[in-house]
Protein backbone atom coordinates (compact mmCIF):
# COMPACT_ATOMS: atom_id res chain seq x y z
CA UNK A 1 0.00 0.00 0.00
CA UNK A 2 1.12 3.74 -0.63
CA UNK A 3 1.72 5.27 2.69
CA UNK A 4 0.53 8.96 3.21
CA UNK A 5 1.08 11.20 0.22
CA UNK A 6 1.36 14.97 0.79
CA UNK A 7 -0.51 17.36 -1.93
CA UNK A 8 2.03 18.36 -4.85
CA UNK A 9 3.43 21.76 -4.65
CA UNK A 10 2.33 24.77 -6.45
CA UNK A 11 3.42 28.51 -7.72
CA UNK A 12 2.62 30.61 -4.19
CA UNK A 13 3.19 27.82 -1.79
CA UNK A 14 6.05 28.12 1.43
CA UNK A 15 8.20 26.07 1.88
CA UNK A 16 11.15 25.38 4.70
CA UNK A 17 14.60 25.37 3.83
CA UNK A 18 16.96 23.94 6.43
CA UNK A 19 20.00 21.58 7.57
CA UNK A 20 19.54 18.58 9.51
CA UNK A 21 22.83 17.74 9.12
CA UNK A 22 26.20 19.10 7.95
CA UNK A 23 26.61 23.01 7.51
CA UNK A 24 26.19 24.70 3.95
CA UNK A 25 30.02 25.77 4.19
CA UNK A 26 29.55 27.95 0.67
CA UNK A 27 25.87 30.08 1.09
CA UNK A 28 26.21 31.50 -2.37
CA UNK A 29 25.19 27.69 -3.31
CA UNK A 30 22.32 28.00 -0.85
CA UNK A 31 21.32 31.26 -2.58
CA UNK A 32 21.70 30.17 -6.15
CA UNK A 33 19.36 26.88 -4.64
CA UNK A 34 16.71 29.99 -3.27
CA UNK A 35 16.83 31.95 -6.58
CA UNK A 36 15.93 28.30 -8.12
CA UNK A 37 13.19 28.15 -6.17
CA UNK A 38 12.01 31.20 -6.56
CA UNK A 39 11.58 30.92 -10.60
CA UNK A 40 8.99 27.59 -9.20
CA UNK A 41 6.90 30.55 -7.73
CA UNK A 42 7.84 29.20 -3.78
CA UNK A 43 8.36 31.56 -0.86
CA UNK A 44 11.57 29.46 0.74
CA UNK A 45 11.59 30.61 4.23
CA UNK A 46 15.24 29.61 5.57
CA UNK A 47 15.41 28.43 8.95
CA UNK A 48 18.56 29.01 11.03
CA UNK A 49 19.96 25.81 10.71
CA UNK A 50 20.43 26.41 6.81
CA UNK A 51 23.04 29.63 7.86
CA UNK A 52 24.58 28.24 11.09
CA UNK A 53 28.33 27.30 10.50
CA UNK A 54 29.54 23.80 13.24
CA UNK A 55 29.72 25.30 16.89
CA UNK A 56 30.10 21.59 18.88
CA UNK A 57 31.51 20.44 15.75
CA UNK A 58 32.72 21.49 12.48
CA UNK A 59 30.67 19.13 10.70
CA UNK A 60 27.10 19.58 11.80
CA UNK A 61 25.50 22.74 11.63
CA UNK A 62 24.71 24.26 14.88
CA UNK A 63 23.95 22.23 17.83
CA UNK A 64 21.73 19.12 17.78
CA UNK A 65 18.80 21.18 20.00
CA UNK A 66 18.81 24.12 16.87
CA UNK A 67 18.74 20.97 13.78
CA UNK A 68 16.00 19.30 15.65
CA UNK A 69 14.31 22.17 16.48
CA UNK A 70 14.05 23.90 13.17
CA UNK A 71 13.43 20.12 11.94
CA UNK A 72 10.28 19.82 14.53
CA UNK A 73 8.78 23.61 13.50
CA UNK A 74 9.35 22.59 10.11
CA UNK A 75 6.99 19.60 9.90
CA UNK A 76 4.43 20.63 12.29
CA UNK A 77 3.55 24.08 11.14
CA UNK A 78 1.00 24.18 8.63
CA UNK A 79 2.25 27.21 6.58
CA UNK A 80 4.86 25.30 5.11
CA UNK A 81 3.61 22.69 1.94
CA UNK A 82 7.16 21.46 2.12
CA UNK A 83 10.31 20.81 4.17
CA UNK A 84 13.87 21.43 1.54
CA UNK A 85 17.07 19.85 3.01
CA UNK A 86 20.05 22.25 2.03
CA UNK A 87 22.91 19.56 2.48
CA UNK A 88 23.67 15.86 3.58
CA UNK A 89 26.87 14.96 5.21
CA UNK A 90 26.42 13.72 8.84
CA UNK A 91 24.14 14.18 11.72
CA UNK A 92 20.59 13.51 10.75
CA UNK A 93 20.78 10.37 12.94
CA UNK A 94 21.79 13.15 15.94
CA UNK A 95 18.78 15.17 15.02
CA UNK A 96 16.16 12.24 15.17
CA UNK A 97 17.14 12.05 18.80
CA UNK A 98 15.92 15.26 19.68
CA UNK A 99 12.96 15.75 17.10
CA UNK A 100 9.35 16.16 19.18
CA UNK A 101 7.14 13.31 16.73
CA UNK A 102 4.24 14.34 19.52
CA UNK A 103 3.86 18.49 17.79
CA UNK A 104 3.37 16.82 14.46
CA UNK A 105 0.10 15.54 12.85
CA UNK A 106 0.25 12.86 10.67
CA UNK A 107 -2.76 13.05 9.13
CA UNK A 108 -1.23 16.16 7.36
CA UNK A 109 1.76 15.41 5.27
CA UNK A 110 3.85 17.23 3.32
CA UNK A 111 6.36 17.21 0.93
CA UNK A 112 9.84 16.17 2.34
CA UNK A 113 13.29 16.07 0.23
CA UNK A 114 17.16 15.04 0.65
CA UNK A 115 19.37 12.59 0.14
CA UNK A 116 22.44 10.83 1.15
CA UNK A 117 22.44 11.34 4.90
CA UNK A 118 18.69 12.46 4.43
CA UNK A 119 18.17 9.43 4.23
CA UNK A 120 17.74 8.51 8.03
CA UNK A 121 14.97 11.67 8.10
CA UNK A 122 13.00 9.87 5.25
CA UNK A 123 12.90 6.39 6.48
CA UNK A 124 11.38 8.35 9.62
CA UNK A 125 8.84 9.86 8.49
CA UNK A 126 8.07 6.70 7.12
CA UNK A 127 8.36 4.55 10.39
CA UNK A 128 7.17 7.83 12.71
CA UNK A 129 4.13 9.28 10.45
CA UNK A 130 3.53 6.38 7.19
CA UNK A 131 4.29 9.50 4.94
CA UNK A 132 5.57 9.68 1.11
CA UNK A 133 9.14 11.53 1.11
CA UNK A 134 11.60 11.91 -1.75
CA UNK A 135 15.49 10.93 -1.94
CA UNK A 136 16.15 13.53 -4.37
CA UNK A 137 18.38 17.20 -4.58
CA UNK A 138 18.84 19.16 -1.99
CA UNK A 139 18.83 22.99 -2.36
CA UNK A 140 22.65 23.48 -1.91
CA UNK A 141 24.38 20.62 -3.64
CA UNK A 142 24.99 19.61 -7.28
CA UNK A 143 22.25 19.16 -9.75
CA UNK A 144 19.94 21.96 -7.70
CA UNK A 145 22.38 24.96 -6.90
CA UNK A 146 23.58 25.32 -10.50
CA UNK A 147 19.70 26.28 -11.63
CA UNK A 148 16.56 25.79 -13.05
CA UNK A 149 18.45 23.76 -16.50
CA UNK A 150 20.22 21.36 -14.28
CA UNK A 151 18.53 17.68 -14.89
CA UNK A 152 18.46 16.57 -11.72
CA UNK A 153 16.13 19.52 -10.81
CA UNK A 154 14.00 19.09 -13.41
CA UNK A 155 13.38 15.45 -12.86
CA UNK A 156 12.40 16.43 -9.10
CA UNK A 157 10.45 19.59 -10.00
CA UNK A 158 8.16 17.35 -12.72
CA UNK A 159 7.04 15.00 -10.22
CA UNK A 160 6.76 17.96 -7.14
CA UNK A 161 4.68 20.04 -9.20
CA UNK A 162 3.17 17.78 -12.26
CA UNK A 163 2.94 14.29 -10.64
CA UNK A 164 -0.21 13.14 -12.42
CA UNK A 165 2.28 13.36 -15.56
CA UNK A 166 4.57 11.17 -14.58
CA UNK A 167 4.00 7.91 -14.23
CA UNK A 168 6.98 5.86 -14.98
CA UNK A 169 10.83 6.19 -14.38
CA UNK A 170 12.85 4.69 -16.90
CA UNK A 171 16.49 3.78 -16.50
CA UNK A 172 18.87 3.65 -19.83
CA UNK A 173 22.35 1.81 -19.34
CA UNK A 174 20.77 -0.08 -16.32
CA UNK A 175 20.97 -4.32 -16.36
CA UNK A 176 18.82 -6.65 -14.63
CA UNK A 177 21.28 -8.12 -12.69
CA UNK A 178 18.76 -10.83 -11.98
CA UNK A 179 15.42 -10.80 -14.21
CA UNK A 180 11.96 -10.11 -13.50
CA UNK A 181 9.28 -8.23 -12.36
CA UNK A 182 7.74 -7.55 -8.88
CA UNK A 183 5.43 -5.35 -7.17
CA UNK A 184 5.94 -3.01 -4.05
CA UNK A 185 6.41 -0.32 -2.09
CA UNK A 186 9.41 1.75 -2.74
CA UNK A 187 11.61 1.99 -0.19
CA UNK A 188 15.73 2.60 0.62
CA UNK A 189 18.04 5.24 0.10
CA UNK A 190 22.13 5.46 1.23
CA UNK A 191 22.65 2.06 1.97
CA UNK A 192 25.16 3.27 5.06
CA UNK A 193 22.31 5.23 6.83
CA UNK A 194 19.84 2.45 6.42
CA UNK A 195 22.37 0.11 8.30
CA UNK A 196 23.07 2.94 10.85
CA UNK A 197 18.90 3.00 11.71
CA UNK A 198 18.64 -0.67 12.52
CA UNK A 199 17.70 -1.29 15.66
CA UNK A 200 16.43 2.35 16.17
CA UNK A 201 12.38 3.28 16.18
CA UNK A 202 13.28 5.03 12.83
CA UNK A 203 14.05 2.31 11.21
CA UNK A 204 11.50 0.93 8.67
CA UNK A 205 11.79 -2.75 6.88
CA UNK A 206 11.53 -3.63 3.53
CA UNK A 207 8.99 -6.35 3.64
CA UNK A 208 6.49 -6.06 0.06
CA UNK A 209 8.84 -3.10 -0.85
CA UNK A 210 10.93 -2.23 -4.04
CA UNK A 211 14.33 -1.21 -2.09
CA UNK A 212 16.70 1.13 -3.36
CA UNK A 213 19.91 1.10 -2.15
CA UNK A 214 23.33 3.56 -2.82
CA UNK A 215 26.35 5.05 -1.66
CA UNK A 216 29.51 6.77 -1.88
CA UNK A 217 33.28 7.09 -0.96
CA UNK A 218 32.97 3.07 0.94
CA UNK A 219 35.77 0.81 0.30
CA UNK A 220 34.26 -2.54 -1.58
CA UNK A 221 35.17 -4.11 2.05
CA UNK A 222 33.05 -1.64 4.18
CA UNK A 223 30.01 -2.30 1.05
CA UNK A 224 30.16 -5.81 1.77
CA UNK A 225 29.99 -4.89 5.29
CA UNK A 226 26.49 -2.50 5.20
CA UNK A 227 25.36 -5.29 2.64
CA UNK A 228 26.12 -7.94 4.55
CA UNK A 229 24.11 -6.14 7.70
CA UNK A 230 21.12 -5.34 5.69
CA UNK A 231 20.69 -9.19 5.54
CA UNK A 232 21.41 -10.57 8.61
CA UNK A 233 19.46 -8.03 10.58
CA UNK A 234 16.09 -9.56 12.15
CA UNK A 235 13.71 -9.21 9.40
CA UNK A 236 14.97 -6.42 7.43
CA UNK A 237 15.27 -8.35 4.33
CA UNK A 238 12.52 -11.12 4.86
CA UNK A 239 9.73 -10.29 2.20
CA UNK A 240 11.40 -7.94 -0.22
CA UNK A 241 10.10 -7.52 -3.39
CA UNK A 242 12.84 -6.87 -5.59
CA UNK A 243 16.31 -4.60 -5.23
CA UNK A 244 16.81 -1.62 -7.77
CA UNK A 245 20.66 -0.53 -7.26
CA UNK A 246 22.15 2.99 -7.88
CA UNK A 247 25.22 4.57 -8.28
CA UNK A 248 28.64 3.54 -5.83
CA UNK A 249 31.15 6.34 -6.67
CA UNK A 250 34.31 6.57 -5.60
CA UNK A 251 33.74 3.20 -3.91
CA UNK A 252 37.05 1.34 -5.60
CA UNK A 253 37.09 -0.54 -9.18
CA UNK A 254 33.47 -0.79 -10.49
CA UNK A 255 33.83 -4.06 -11.22
CA UNK A 256 34.89 -5.50 -7.86
CA UNK A 257 31.94 -3.32 -7.08
CA UNK A 258 29.53 -5.31 -9.39
CA UNK A 259 30.75 -8.42 -8.07
CA UNK A 260 29.98 -7.31 -4.63
CA UNK A 261 26.75 -6.34 -5.74
CA UNK A 262 25.34 -10.04 -7.52
CA UNK A 263 27.14 -12.31 -4.74
CA UNK A 264 25.24 -9.91 -1.91
CA UNK A 265 21.74 -9.71 -3.68
CA UNK A 266 22.16 -12.12 -6.30
CA UNK A 267 20.48 -14.87 -4.18
CA UNK A 268 17.70 -13.41 -2.19
CA UNK A 269 15.24 -15.09 -4.82
CA UNK A 270 13.60 -11.62 -5.86
CA UNK A 271 14.05 -9.08 -9.39
CA UNK A 272 17.44 -6.96 -8.51
CA UNK A 273 18.10 -4.44 -11.03
CA UNK A 274 21.81 -2.33 -11.59
CA UNK A 275 23.36 0.55 -12.54
CA UNK A 276 20.54 2.85 -12.25
CA UNK A 277 20.96 6.94 -12.28
CA UNK A 278 20.24 7.79 -8.81
CA UNK A 279 22.68 8.71 -6.13
CA UNK A 280 25.67 10.37 -5.63
CA UNK A 281 27.99 12.07 -8.67
CA UNK A 282 25.34 11.59 -11.33
CA UNK A 283 22.63 13.06 -13.12
CA UNK A 284 20.09 11.90 -11.01
CA UNK A 285 16.43 11.16 -11.58
CA UNK A 286 14.34 11.54 -8.22
CA UNK A 287 13.13 8.53 -6.20
CA UNK A 288 9.76 8.47 -4.37
CA UNK A 289 9.68 6.59 -0.41
CA UNK A 290 6.52 4.86 0.00
CA UNK A 291 4.93 4.78 -3.39
CA UNK A 292 3.37 1.36 -4.72
CA UNK A 293 5.19 0.45 -7.83
CA UNK A 294 5.80 -2.23 -10.34
CA UNK A 295 9.99 -3.23 -11.40
CA UNK A 296 10.34 -4.35 -14.57
CA UNK A 297 14.17 -5.44 -14.55
CA UNK A 298 14.19 -6.39 -18.42
CA UNK A 299 13.11 -3.27 -19.49
CA UNK A 300 14.69 -1.40 -17.00
CA UNK A 301 11.54 0.58 -15.55
CA UNK A 302 9.79 1.36 -12.46
CA UNK A 303 6.45 2.24 -13.24
CA UNK A 304 3.88 3.82 -10.16
CA UNK A 305 1.07 2.08 -9.65
CA UNK A 306 -0.39 4.76 -7.69
CA UNK A 307 -0.31 8.60 -8.29
CA UNK A 308 2.75 9.70 -6.60
CA UNK A 309 1.47 13.26 -5.01
CA UNK A 310 -2.28 13.96 -4.36
CA UNK A 311 -3.35 17.00 -6.99
CA UNK A 312 -6.63 17.51 -5.46
CA UNK A 313 -5.51 19.77 -2.68
CA UNK A 314 -8.27 21.99 -0.83
CA UNK A 315 -6.79 24.98 0.67
Known sequence: MTLLRPPALRPGDTVAVLCGSSPVHDQERLESG???????????????????????????????????????????DPRYAGVLTAKGGYGMQRTLELVDWSRIDPDAPKVVVGYSDVTALLEALAAKLGWVSFFGP?????????GPDEYDFQELTKLLFTPERVTQLSF???????????EGVTLGGTATLLTASLGTDTSYPARGG??????????????????????????????????????????????EIDRLLADRFGDLGVP????????????????????????????????????????????
Open 34 to 76: LRALTSLGLKAEVLPSARAAGTVYDYLAGDDALRAADLTRALA
Open 210 to 255: ILFLEDVDERPFRLDRVFTQLRRAKDYLDGVAGVVLGTFTECGDPE
Open 138 to 146: MVAASGFWE
Open 172 to 182: PGSRALVPGVA
Open 272 to 315: VLAGVNIGHNTAMQTWPIGVHARLDTEKGTLTFLDQVLLTDRQD
